[in-house]
């Protein structure tokens, strides 16, 4: 419902979107069936601000208080947008490390204690030196486990040359443990410092912040 009525006068309901928020809601719709990217859907969603803008400050029929206020409006809407497509990115993210994690280093003996143990020993190593060695180690005493617990540790950290070569010792997990250590699933610091300076929310509107500053 629209509205509400209480004590006899009608309490009007939550804004109606404009046409340039239910074109980017309907791109977002139509982006899913499309397969396309969350950054996409993000750089779309920030498109559409910037068009919004240049829509609402050529209305002649409003005034600059009026144009202050659609301004804002659609500088919250995108910005929830944004907000929303981000943590559905963390969402689909994180499910899909889940299952690729069982899948590529669910301890192959079964026994978690001795595997946790080895997890353990790898997170404590300092360099990627140090890192081979174990690896090498592990491979030539044939402990599974800690070759596991080593390329964990490997793709978290991009020491690549281990995390290569346990996938061609294990061809039965590379295809997973490739997805698994690609930046998309496994976004290393600097790819994450990337997607916060090339996926920023939608910037606020100059006239909204002159408007803060004068408060």
Do not use: C
Not at 184 to 198: A, I, K, Y
């Amino acid at each position: 419902m629209i509205g509400d009525i209480r004590g006899g006068r009608r309490v009007p309901g939550p804004p109606k979107p404009s046409k340039e928020h239910q074109r980017s809601a309907q791109g977002h719709g139509q982006g899913r069936r499309r397969q396309k990217s969350i950054d996409e859907l993000i750089a779309e969603n920030r498109a559409s601000m910037k068009r919004a803008e240049e829509r609402i400050r050529t209305e002649k029929e409003l005034s600059d208080e009026g144009k202050r206020r659609k301004l804002e409006q659609s500088w919250q809407w995108h910005r929830e947008r944004h907000q929303e497509l981000v943590d559905e990115q963390k969402a689909t993210r994180a499910a899909k490390r889940e299952q690729l994690e069982r899948k590529v280093f669910a301890p192959k003996s079964g026994n978690q204690q001795s595997y946790r143990e080895a997890l353990d020993i790898a997170s404590r190593v300092q360099n990627p030196n140090e890192m081979n060695e174990l690896y090498q180690q592990a491979i030539s005493v044939g402990d599974e486990e800690m070759q596991q617990a080593l390329t964990y540790h490997s793709v978290q950290r991009g020491y690549q040359s281990i995390v290569e070569d346990y996938g061609k010792r294990n061809p039965q997990a590379a295809q997973a443990l490739a997805e698994y250590s690609s930046p998309e699933v496994s976004p290393r610091e600097m790819d994450r410092v990337r997607e916060r300076l090339f996926s920023p929310r939608p910037q606020k509107p100059e006239e909204i912040r002159k408007s803060a500053n004068d408060v």
